[in-house]
């Protein structure tokens, strides 16, 4: 009965995987498909692997995979750190300074919620006038607003668990306020500052709106890049399942080593 038990719940655990990561299985069956068997209908489950549309988009004079990853990496690392910072910073002003009015954080959080295509047309004329199109650091300071009213909220919620005696001891040894957040409250909040960094990472690799209307050749990221395959004489599906598989492997490489931040952090909240 146990054994039966067992093998159910793997079954069910690994149907579940299987049906929420349908949609990549089949981006990665597509790139590995030619374009004759991508174009068959019904789409065929059997056929033999090929790389070409791996080796197409390491050649196409269109798609500069190396340029297009550094753009991802360095604007998705930066403006995650940027993001923590500002949000630990104004988590700590805010729960421990009572700087700003209590509904403060909540007015930051439904900011969020506002779909984000509203501010497009606004950001574009206005980065525009700052000269920040097609820049790095344009679309690295719109990925730390858009992430900020996520970041804020959840830090600040992480650190009203921590005990207000902690902070008061410290002051008493002589620690200033910086030291005190610097030397206590940063460590007790390891895990929820990497797990903070990491859903902020992974929405600026993934994010493609602000990256497409602000970007023209030398910002763009691999998820625009990816797009520069739907042309005028057709949609090169293959190579964009290929350039789409490729955008995956490195926040899900990142996101595997370090999710057990994620878990302690949404768990415990703080490091015990």
């Known amino acids: 009965m146990k054994r039966k038990r ?3 719940d793997w079954f069910v655990l690994l149907l579940i995987i299987l049906v929420f990561n349908l ?19 019904p789409p065929t489950l059997v056929f033999l692997p090929k790389l070409k549309h791996y080796a197409d988009i390491f050649t196409s004079p269109t798609f500069l995979f190396s340029k297009f990853l550094v753009n991802s990496l360095l604007i998705a690392l930066l403006s995650s750190t940027i993001t923590v910072f500002i949000s630990l910073t104004a988590a700590y ?14 007015f930051i959080t ?10 497009a047309p606004s950001v574009y004329v206005l980065f525009k006038h700052l000269n920040l199109v097609d820049t790095r650091t344009g679309i690295i300071l719109i990925h730390i607003l858009v992430n900020v009213p996520i970041a804020l909220p959840l830090l600040a919620s992480f650190m009203q668990d921590i005990p207000k005696e902690i902070e008061e001891s410290a002051f008493l040894d002589g620690a200033t306020r910086i030291q005190t957040l610097i030397r206590i409250i940063v460590p007790m909040l390891s895990s929820s500052i990497t797990a903070v960094f990491i859903l902020s990472f992974i929405y600026s690799w993934n994010e493609f709106l602000f990256a497409l209307i602000l970007s ?22 293959g190579r964009i399942a290929a350039a789409t598989t490729l955008a995956v492997i490195p926040p899900f490489i990142f996101a595997f080593y370090i999710q057990k931040y994620l878990v302690e952090a949404f768990s415990g909240g703080m490091k015990e």
């Open 6 to 8: 067992t093998f159910l």
């Open 23 to 41: 949609p990549l299985i089949n981006v990665v069956m597509t790139s590995l498909k030619d374009n004759a068997t991508i174009s068959q209908s």
């Open 110 to 119: 439904n900011l969020r919620a506002v779909p984000l295509i509203i501010f």
């Open 216 to 237: 023209i050749k030398k910002a763009t990221t691999l998820t625009v890049g990816a797009s520069l395959f739907i042309t005028a004489w057709g949609v090169q599906w």
């Open 93 to 106: 002003a805010i729960v421990r300074l009572r700087i700003g009015s209590p509904s403060l954080i909540a």
